[in-house]
């Protein structure tokens, strides 16, 4: 498997509700699509929820990095660029996946660091808690993703679809 994001940061006086419209024309397409466990499509507005900018922020957890590049490589992926610009796409290894099993309203992401010295097999196999949690080997960054958390988040996202193929 592989967790990717890539974040399109908008203006402030962007009209988010164009966002809206756009994830409840395309949203249904990734329903089936293949090679994907889930994909949350996520926004937050600035001053809502305690954001501080206007984001559409798509996370997705694929089977595999050929499905990945497949939709990387695809007509959905060329749109969103030819409507947004190219993102910087981010990337994580999962160490844990647990897709939601009903509706999400939320979606929270955090990342720490790992600290040098850190037992690798040891993270690997830790429970660790979240409902994905994936490494970035490249900047040795551990996410932990939750559905509907309780409390604060410094990086809480509105779902406004999720899709689920495996689910269906």
Request: a negative charge.
């Amino acid at each position: 498997m592989i967790a990717m994001q890539y974040v399109f940061t908008l203006p402030a006086d962007y009209d988010m509700g164009r966002i809206v419209d756009r994830v409840a024309q395309k949203g249904a397409f990734f329903d089936d699509f293949p090679g994907l466990v889930f994909k949350a499509f996520l926004m937050s507005e600035a001053g809502r929820d305690g954001a501080a900018a206007n984001r559409y922020a798509p996370f997705y957890v694929w089977h595999s990095p050929e499905a990945l590049r497949d939709f990387l490589a695809g007509p959905g992926f060329a749109a969103l660029v030819a409507g947004f610009g190219r993102p910087s796409i981010r990337t994580w290894l999962p160490l844990k996946v647990v897709p939601p099993t009903g509706p999400v309203e939320t979606l929270d992401l955090a990342e720490e660091a790992v600290p040098d010295g850190t037992d690798l097999a040891g993270l690997i196999a830790a429970d660790h808690a979240g409902d994905v949690v994936g490494l970035d080997p490249g900047g040795w960054r551990l996410l932990r993703v939750r559905f509907d958390a309780a409390g604060p988040s410094a990086d809480r996202f509105r779902v406004l679809h999720l899709s689920q193929p495996d689910q269906r």
